[in-house]
């Protein structure tokens, strides 16, 4: 088992910046590869970046690239989402996701390990 935990969601201003922390544990815990998805009020939950262990890799939803930047700590078993220049339609429940093994993938079900969600809203 992986327990992620997430961090760092607020309210904040069109244009703002926030930075979500994910912080893994458990006996299971070993070079997953990791990402973030967000789910907005009556939509689908969607894919916005995710992360290899070796940290080298990454994949982006096309609505984040270029504002978004994901990285991660292995040395702190953490990771993070860099969210620059906000806009309203980023409002979601962002959650952290952990997968089985050191892989990524746009689609949620293969991520086995996820948190509770962090608030992300943004007003304009």
């Known amino acids: 088992q992986v327990q992620v935990v997430e961090s760092g969601g607020g309210l904040v201003q069109a244009g703002g910046s926030l930075r979500l922390s994910c912080a893994a544990s458990g006996p299971s815990l070993n070079k997953n590869g990791m990402g973030w998805f967000r789910q907005a009020p009556g939509k689908e939950r969607e894919f916005v970046a995710a992360?290899?262990?070796?940290?080298?890799?990454?994949n982006y939803a096309e609505s984040v690239k270029g504002r978004f930047s994901i990285s991660r700590d292995n040395a702190k078993n953490t990771m993070y989402l860099q969210m620059n220049t906000l806009k309203p339609e980023d409002t979601a429940v962002y959650f952290c996701?952990?997968?089985?093994?050191?892989?990524?993938?746009?689609?949620?079900?293969?991520?086995?390990?996820w948190g509770q969600g962090t608030q992300v809203t943004v007003s304009s």
């Open positions: 996701a952990a997968a089985y093994s050191d892989y990524i993938s746009t689609t949620s079900r293969l991520f086995p390990y």
């Open positions: 992360i290899r262990w070796s940290g080298g890799a990454t």
